[in-house]
């Protein structure tokens, strides 16, 4: 079963070498030409059409309660970005705002959320990554307001606009409210690369995690990305809430295995030199307390007790693959998320559960 944004499966958080948005501020800018000059016709309506009216307009938009994954690059502006969005009455879209961060600059570049353009300016035209945050933050909550007015509570459909612009908004409230992939490529290959001469649906390669997973490695040819919601949503995960508290030694074991964030993928591997997904488990469960669970996939589910994923708890082990063929093995830390060592020229990594879901849990 394919998952996208809600429920993708992703075993890797690789990089992504995403498309550049400068096309975006192109778009509006044809739009704009093409509305005064009267020629745009019946795509008009398409992309802006009749306001569609909510009898509460301030429906909450849905959005994840915290962040997996991010770089210490993008960790750095977290009291930044809580600062702007509070200015902006918008607390609660921290989480998004750092995941976009995440996506569009992993908190390298000046214009950390790549927003110049949302301001009409060049790409990359903020020097500062104050300027950056305060305009993407600018535009999101509008992006808020505007999908509010329209019914639209979709996160996805958020995420979105941030790239498409508004105008995705409006077409997502024409058509169910609520974004998907398909309607994401749709508006992608019949909108917005047609409006920049790209007529034909030509694709080109795109090749990752998340476009391997929705199986569809291509973007559109002066399309944009359709996949931006779910690489966005890869930094996000749902806070619950209902995560039972962490006994001392479950912690300890835990803290253990977070030490060794980024330690290189290695194939056989058995050290902190690098290692496999076996490798990892079996070291961390030695250190932090003491067992010898073996370093092997298929040994180590045999070691405790078999349980469904539904029962598991922070400190369990998580496995895939059918009983006595096992090909993945990672521990679980609890509200959704897991810590394994993914696979060659990857790093050991947090990754939330509903992109890669296992088949079974062990507890010790």
């Known amino acids: 079963m394919r998952h996208s944004f809600y429920a993708s499966m992703q075993l890797l958080q690789q990089p992504q070498v995403l498309i550049k948005k400068g096309w975006k501020f192109l778009v509006i800018l044809l739009l704009g030409l093409m509305v005064v000059s009267g020629s745009l ?19 909450p938009i849905g959005f994840y309660g915290g962040n997996v994954g991010l770089s210490p690059e993008t960790e750095q502006y977290r009291g930044m970005v809580q600062e702007v969005l509070t200015q902006y009455g918008i607390p609660e879209y921290e989480s998004v705002i750092l995941a976009i961060i995440q996506v569009e600059s992993k ?17 990359n035209a903020f020097t500062n990554p104050l300027q950056s945050i305060e305009q993407g933050v600018k535009y999101m909550k509008a992006n808020i307001d505007y999908a509010r007015e329209r019914g639209v509570t979709d996160v996805g459909a958020l995420l979105m606009g941030y790239n498409f612009g508004t105008a995705y908004i409006q077409y997502i409230a024409r058509n169910g409210g609520v974004h998907t992939l398909e309607l994401a490529e749709q508006y992608s290959k019949n909108i917005v690369a047609p409006s920049l001469g790209n007529t034909t649906g030509i694709t080109m390669p795109y090749r990752n995690a998340i476009s391997e997973a929705n199986g569809k490695p291509y973007i559109y040819y002066n399309g944009g990305n359709f996949h931006y919601a779910d690489l966005v949503g890869q930094y996000l995960v749902a806070g619950t809430g209902n995560q039972e508290a962490i006994n001392g030694d479950v912690q300890h074991l835990l803290q253990v295995s977070k030490q060794y964030l980024g330690v290189p993928y290695v194939w056989g591997g058995k050290t902190p030199n690098g290692w496999d997904c076996s490798g990892f488990v079996g070291w961390v469960y030695k250190e932090a307390w003491g067992i010898d669970v073996s370093t092997w996939t298929v040994t180590q589910a045999l070691v405790g007790d078999r349980i469904p994923v539904s029962e598991a708890k922070a400190g369990d082990m998580l496995f895939w693959g059918p009983t006595g063929g096992e090909t993945h093995v990672a521990i679980y830390l609890g509200d959704g998320t897991f810590i394994h060592a993914p696979q060659p020229g990857d790093v050991t990594k947090i990754t939330p559960m509903q992109y890669f879901y296992p088949d079974f849990a062990v507890r010790m």
Do not use: H, K, N, Y
């Open 41 to 59: 016709g019946g795509v008009l309506s398409i992309f802006i059409g009749e306001s569609e009216s909510s009898t509460d307009s301030q429906a």
């Open 107 to 123: 908190g390298l570049l000046a214009d950390v959320m790549q927003s110049s353009e949302s301001a009409g300016l060049a790409p």
